[in-house]
């Protein structure tokens, strides 16, 4: 099968998973791949009944998991698999995957190694805390980021308020913060 023609590689995907969910086209599908290239050899191998065998070798074939070669032998398709990785492959984390990964329920489950994902993370927590233009106490900034270290061992407020002040998501003078303004 072409992947040209398949219907959609995200639906192909989770068609493909379908089919090997199944046990025995699974055990067939995996014998396949480890050198058996008969419907016999697939039995034998497998320990499947002849009639499992056959239908299981059936189906993959149908959704073009196997193939047969010109020889006549079974065949894994590897060209349709590398297909389906390459349209599958995850591109890199957006800023919601990234928020989902380290914010939960309001709470920082930990800061991100990564700097460029840690400026995200700080941006959120800076936007969702503080409103721009408004003069925060530093006992008030020191409340409201503490609620966001309640599940986290790794971070306190202050290290927050230090990233928030070092990134200029606050500025601070004389014990008064302030969300800057967006550019």
Same mark, same amino acid.
């Given at each position: 099968?072409?992947?040209?023609?398949?219907?959609?590689?995200?639906?192909?995907?989770?068609?493909?998973?379908?089919?090997?969910?199944?046990?025995? &086209? =699974? %055990?067939?599908?995996? *014998?396949?791949?480890?050198? /058996? @290239?008969? +419907?016999?050899? #697939?039995?034998?191998?497998?320990?499947?009944?002849?009639?499992?065998?056959?239908?299981?070798?059936? &189906? =993959? %074939?149908?959704?073009? *998991?196997?193939?047969?070669? /010109? @020889?006549? +032998?079974?065949? #894994?398709?590897?060209?349709?698999?590398?297909?389906?990785?390459?349209?599958?492959?995850?591109?890199?984390?957006?800023?919601?995957?990234?928020?989902?990964?380290?914010?939960? @329920?309001?709470?920082?489950?930990?800061?991100?190694?990564?700097?460029?994902?840690?400026?995200?993370?700080?941006?959120?927590?800076?936007?969702?805390?503080?409103?721009?233009?408004?003069?925060?106490?530093?006992?008030?900034?020191?409340?409201?980021?503490?609620?966001?270290?309640?599940?986290?061992?790794?971070?306190?407020?202050?290290?927050?308020?230090?990233?928030?002040?070092?990134?200029?998501?606050?500025?601070?003078?004389?014990?008064?913060?302030?969300?800057?303004?967006?550019?």
């Amino acid at each position: 099968m072409e992947t040209d023609d398949l219907p959609g590689t995200a639906e192909r995907s989770r068609q493909l998973i379908g089919l090997l969910a199944d046990e025995r &086209r =699974l %055990r067939a599908f995996a *014998a396949v791949a480890l050198g /058996a @290239d008969s +419907a016999e050899r #697939v039995a034998e191998a497998t320990g499947l009944a002849a009639k499992d065998t056959s239908l299981a070798l059936l &189906r =993959l %074939r149908e959704q073009g *998991a196997l193939t047969v070669r /010109a @020889d006549g +032998a079974l065949a #894994v398709s590897y060209d349709l698999l590398r297909e389906l990785a390459r349209q599958e492959r995850p591109t890199r984390p957006s800023g919601g995957d990234v928020l989902a990964t380290f914010v939960r @329920d309001g709470r920082l489950v930990r800061l991100p190694a990564q700097w460029t994902r840690k400026k995200l993370v700080l941006r959120h927590i800076a936007e969702q805390t503080f409103e721009p233009g408004v003069e925060y106490p530093e006992r008030v900034v020191n409340e409201r980021l503490r609620a966001w270290c309640e599940a986290s061992d790794e971070i306190d407020h202050v290290t927050l308020r230090r990233y928030l002040v070092d990134l200029h998501h606050l500025r601070r003078s004389e014990g008064v913060y302030e969300r800057l303004a967006d550019a």
